[in-house]
């Protein structure tokens, strides 16, 4: 509302909030699955005769354990940035539900359960489909070089 207000241009609301969703959810969801993909191939690399089940099981409690850091993290984040917002819950003398339909403040649970949704679907998927390109990785010959580099763990150093 403030930008049409003070750009007299008409704007999509809703596109603005989905692409503002998107994107927020995509810096989180980089991080998340990179990470998680790497926890699979490193298992893998350290006990190859874990199948499928067993490995999934693994990374998965890894993934739970970065998942619930992420979300402190972003808890915290925003609680930082939204200081204002959380000041005027907390001297709203408790009518919540009239806060609550405030357009900005709906908004941001919006945005607060879209985020969280992505990453708690974001690890199980992320772990199988690493998990297939682990189990598979002798068998994809020249597209191997997309997975990482191979060989100890000393191959992963920055050379300069």
Partial sequence: ?????????PIDMR???LGGMIIAALGVLDDL?????????ELHRANES??????FDSAMRIGQDHVA???NTLVLAYAGASLPMLLMFSLGGGDYGTLINFEFIAE?????????LGLIAAVPLTTAIAILFALRADSL???RQFLGPEGSAE???HAH
Wanted: hydrophobic share 50%; net charge positive.
């Fill in 15 to 17: 596109g603005l909030l």
């Fill in 33 to 41: 699955v990179t990470t998680q993909s790497s926890a699979v191939f």
């Fill in 69 to 71: 850091a992420t979300v």
């Fill in 50 to 55: 874990l199948g499928f089940r067993r490995l």
């Fill in 1 to 9: 509302m403030f930008l049409r207000q003070m750009l007299n241009t």
């Fill in 155 to 157: 191959s992963y150093g």
């Fill in 108 to 116: 941001e649970i919006v945005r607060v359960l879209v985020g969280s």
């Fill in 141 to 143: 010959g020249k597209w």
